[in-house]
Each structure stands twice: as structure tokens, then as C-alpha cells.
């Protein structure tokens, strides 16, 4: 079965620019994930989902970037007025529910020129 | 604030057992440990968890100890593939999860 994808591979964007970066999770996962990993770091926790529930925004580095999961399925990470320090791969992840293994998808790596 | 304490590296030879430890001195009674592990250029790779019983499965078995302070997660028979940077996590089943800086672990032949 497909595993979590997500889409664009790789993105390369102007300073000032939005980008969108979108995620497909694992089909009835209700749990949903994004990260931040820029290179050489760990993975940064920007926000989850979890079903119907208010989604956990803690992570979130500015008022820049925001996320949404759209049918409890398809979710977006929007980056506005992208900044040079955005460059990272952005990582999605879902599990079934929110005590589960999480599956991880490939990946968004973002430039930010 | 970090939950969990791992060595920054460790190094083990091929074909050898490998065993990461883990620190989670102030892990609540209902929070599980779980470890993924992060083998370059890939997204992080689910591996095993538990919440107070040793488990194990077909990639490693998970050592927790009696007072859950800290736990080992071991690799039978560590391969070149098993090179990677291993995270150690613990959360409370329905609620985010934060990855720290893990151990990168060198397999080396």
C-alpha cells in the first residue's frame, strides 16, 4: 500500500516568496505530523492533528507559517514571505492514531534563495 | 526541555550486538518510550516502544527498567545498514512528539 507522500520533492523559492507544501498521509490515519529538519539538525516539531481535535500549534517558529489538514486527510504547510533561514526538508508523518508507530514520507526539501 | 538523555555517538562492529542507552529520569506512569531511528537522507523509521515490559520484534528488543528511568534498545546483530541516528522518545499516547538530538550509532566493519 502507499506510504505517506509528500509533494513537491524539492522546492525552490525566492526570498519573499509563499510556498505550499503539501502532504498525503496513510489512508484512516487519523494523526498527522510535520517537522522541520535543517541540515546536519534534528527534527524540529512544528504541529500535529489529531482527529477532529484542535491541532497542537506549539511548534510553530513564527506567525509565518501555519498548517492546515483539510476532510481529515490532505494537510498544507504554508510558509509565507519565505526567509533564506526556512531552507530545510520539511518532514510529514502520520499514524493511525496518536499512540501508534508514525510512518514518514520522503520529504520537501525547501531552498530559500 | 528535554525528556530523554542519549550519547551524541557510539560506535559498534558489524555483526556485534549494539546497545543504546537511554535516560528518562522523570518519565510519568503513563507515558510510553518509543525509538525511531533516522539512517541519512531518509525520513525517521519506526523501530519498537513500550511502556513497562521489555518488548521485542523483528528489527531490536527494548530493555526498560523496573523503575522505567531508562531503557536500552538493542540490535542483535548490528549491520553496515544499521548505521543511522537513533532516537529515543517518550510521550503520552494521544499528544505531539519531539524528537531530541538521538545517538548517531557507526557500524564499522
Known amino acids: 500500500g502507499a506510504g505517506v507522500s509528500q509533494s513537491p520533492s524539492n522546492k525552490v523559492t525566492e526570498k519573499g516568496k509563499d510556498v505550499e507544501l503539501r502532504c498525503d498521509p496513510i489512508?484512516?490515519?487519523?494523526?498527522l505530523y510535520w517537522y522541520r529538519q535543517s541540515l546536519g539538525q534534528g527534527l524540529e516539531f512544528l504541529i500535529y492533528f489529531q482527529g477532529n481535535s484542535a491541532p497542537d500549534k506549539s511548534g510553530l517558529p513564527s506567525d509565518r507559517f501555519s498548517a492546515e489538514r483539510t476532510g481529515g486527510s490532505v494537510s498544507t504547510l504554508t510558509i509565507q514571505r519565505t526567509q533564506q533561514e526556512d531552507s530545510a526538508v520539511y518532514l510529514c508523518?502520520?499514524?493511525?492514531?496518536?499512540?501508534?508507530?508514525?510512518?514518514f514520507g520522503q520529504g520537501t526539501r525547501l531552498t530559500v534563495v | 526541555d528535554a525528556k530523554t538523555t542519549q550519547p551524541t555517538s557510539m560506535d559498534c562492529a558489524e555483526g556485534r550486538a549494539a546497545n543504546l542507552p537511554c535516560n528518562h529520569s522523570t518519565i510519568s506512569g503513563n507515558e510510553y518510550v518509543y525509538w525511531y531511528r533516522q539512517i541519512h537522507s531518509q525520513g525517521p523509521q519506526y523501530i519498537i516502544h513500550?511502556?513497562?515490559n521489555n518488548e521485542t520484534n523483528e528489527m531490536a528488543s527494548l530493555i526498560i527498567t523496573e523503575d522505567r528511568k531508562s531503557s536500552t534498545l538493542i540490535l542483535p546483530h548490528a549491520t553496515l545498514r544499521d548505521t543511522a541516528v537513533y532516537y529515543c522518545i517518550v510521550r503520552v499516547g494521544d499528544n505531539d512528539m519531539r524528537f531530541g538530538a538521538g545517538t548517531r550509532l557507526t557500524v564499522k566493519p
Open positions: 489512508s484512516g490515519h487519523t494523526a
Open positions: 508523518a502520520s499514524s493511525l492514531w496518536g499512540d501508534t508507530e508514525a510512518f
Open positions: 513500550g511502556l513497562k
